[in-house]
């Protein structure tokens, strides 16, 4: 029912930029918090981004100036919009809809490896 489907991943160079996106289904996508997170390998997975119903953003210490998350809810779709990328970025981007004590769902990733 409910599908999470992120798409924009790829190999980039250093200083690159790179959009992914989230496609949502099965959910009324409005009323949820949507957000990025990662995992590389070896390693937790942690906060990218997040932004709210109502628009209120909130990143990671180790994107903020670099990575912008925004949604469109027309489409319901939520993006990021990542430069600067450095090798430090590579990782699985998962997609996260959250409807607080009432639903918590997760998209399959997608691959960012930013190499030389």
């Known amino acids: 029912q409910v599908q999470l489907v992120e798409s924009g991943g790829g190999l980039v160079q250093p200083g690159g930029s790179l959009r992914l996106s989230c496609a949502a289904s099965?959910?009324?996508?409005?009323?949820?918090?949507m957000g990025w997170y990662r995992q590389a390998p070896g390693k937790e997975r942690e906060l990218v981004a997040v932004?709210?119903?109502?628009?209120?953003?909130k990143y990671g210490d180790s994107v903020k100036g670099r990575f912008t998350i925004s949604r469109d809810n027309a489409k319901n779709t939520v993006y990021l919009q990542m430069n600067s990328l450095k090798p430090e970025d590579t990782a699985v981007y998962y997609c996260?809809?959250?409807?607080?004590?009432?639903?918590?769902?997760w998209g399959q990733g997608t691959q960012v490896t930013v190499s030389s």
């Open positions: 099965g959910i009324i996508f409005s009323r949820y918090r």
């Open positions: 932004i709210t119903s109502s628009g209120t953003t």
């Open positions: 996260n809809a959250d409807y607080i004590l009432l639903a918590d769902y």
